[in-house]
């Protein structure tokens, strides 16, 4: 039966490069999932959970923006970064949530639209962190 080989890299290092059963992503549009065999395409990945399921187990990483290629059954992730749950400070991801959503509350109809848009991506980073942080990792295949 085909596999994907999935290969997760980030400017500081590649997290993860190995073969899989299937891969569902975050992107700008829609959640998106891939099977052996799909045909060629990029999208432009959001911020969220990367599902990676493989023999029968299922693992998420957090992923933040960023590019997925898909050709010829393999899965390229060029990710502006991205954490494994175990990487995670679940205590400093809640404290981050609560300043963004404060920060987001007090705005006024003056703030500037980029101290706005600011506010809502580490939101939207720290709802990532702490949903992905709730996984447990099976097994330890993925570091490399």
């Known amino acids: 039966m085909a596999r994907l080989h999935l290969r997760i ?72 970064g991205a954490q494994w749950p175990e990487d995670i400070d679940v205590s400093a991801a809640q404290a981050e949530r609560d300043r963004a959503q404060s920060l987001i509350e007090s ?5 500037d639209s980029l101290t706005i848009q600011r506010d809502h991506i580490k939101l939207r980073r720290s709802l990532v962190q702490i949903e992905v942080s709730s996984y447990s990792i099976l097994g330890s295949k993925h570091h490399v």
């Open 9 to 80: 890299v980030t400017p500081e290092q590649i997290k993860l490069e190995e073969d899989v059963d299937m891969v569902i992503m975050r992107c700008v549009t829609g959640d998106m999932g891939i099977l052996p065999n799909h045909e060629a395409c990029s999208a432009v990945l959001d911020y969220g959970a990367l599902r990676i399921i493989s023999e029968g187990g299922e693992r998420r990483i957090a992923v933040y923006g960023g590019i997925v290629q898909v050709h010829d059954n393999i899965v390229s992730v060029l990710a502006n």
């Open 107 to 111: 705005e006024s109809p003056s703030t």
